[in-house]
């Protein structure tokens, strides 16, 4: 069966999938017993492996760059300052609330990947809507639609897009001038559409915003 290898790497691939998805193994583990299992069969020599790997120095370069980073800034408390921040510029109304979190995970995902910004944001969202007598759902609700657009406005915005751009040979500046705009495009028809997506949200006003902890 001349096709053998592909049937192989789309059964171990959905494999690693369902481990991950049903939540049986570590995703790292998941993968890396996937990866082990095409060097086993052989679909792939494990100097191929390696070769893929060091082709992808770029990526793993931003990942552990970011990781760095959010370790860095986490001891600081300054997502904890943001949600404070949050409140305050809101000033007991709804509609400011949103904005103020359309525009700070729009600024996060512009120098950090779009999954970080929302593992880095979203627990602070409970606290956030519970300052404002709100639920904290359509918070996180917005948050992702956000950051999903977000993500594109720079290269290293998405690990997807970091990846497809730096196989092409997509600088950081070729990136801006020819993709950016629509994912400003996105952010705006989202900030749009935010009135009528969380009405109940918007258009809440607390009687005593000064009383806001």
């Known amino acids: 069966m001349q096709n053998w290898p592909a049937l192989v790497a789309i059964i171990t691939f959905v494999g690693v999938i369902g481990l991950i998805t049903i939540e049986a193994l570590n995703l790292v583990v998941a993968a890396f017993l996937g990866a ?4 086993f069969t052989p679909i792939m020599t494990l100097s191929e492996a390696v070769d893929y790997i060091s082709d992808s120095y770029g990526t793993l370069a931003l990942f552990f760059g970011v990781m760095v980073l959010v370790r860095a800034f986490a001891p600081t408390g300054i ?43 979203g627990p602070l969202m409970p606290g956030v809507a519970l300052a404002m007598n709100v639920d ?50 996105t952010l705006a028809t989202i900030v749009c559409l935010i009135p ?18």
């Not at 082990?36 to 060097?39: K, N, P, T």
């Not at 305050?88 to 359309?102: A, F, N």
């Not at 525009?103 to 880095?120: E, G």
């Open 36 to 39: 082990l299992l095409l060097i």
């Open 79 to 121: 997502f904890d300052y943001l949600a404070t921040q949050m409140v305050r510029w809101s000033k007991g109304r709804g509609d400011r609330l949103l904005l103020v979190i359309t525009a700070i995970t729009t600024l996060i995902c512009s120098v950090l990947p779009n999954a970080t910004t929302v593992m880095l944001l």
């Open 136 to 185: 904290f759902v359509p918070l996180l609700i917005l948050m992702v639609l956000v950051s999903n657009s977000a993500g594109l406005l720079t290269i290293i915005g998405d690990p997807a897009t970091f990846i497809v751009g730096t196989s092409i040979r997509f600088t950081f500046l070729d990136y801006l001038q020819t993709v950016s705009l629509g994912a400003v495009l």
């Open 196 to 213: 009528v997506l969380f009405r109940d949200i918007w258009i809440l006003k607390l009687e005593n915003p000064d009383e806001i902890p």
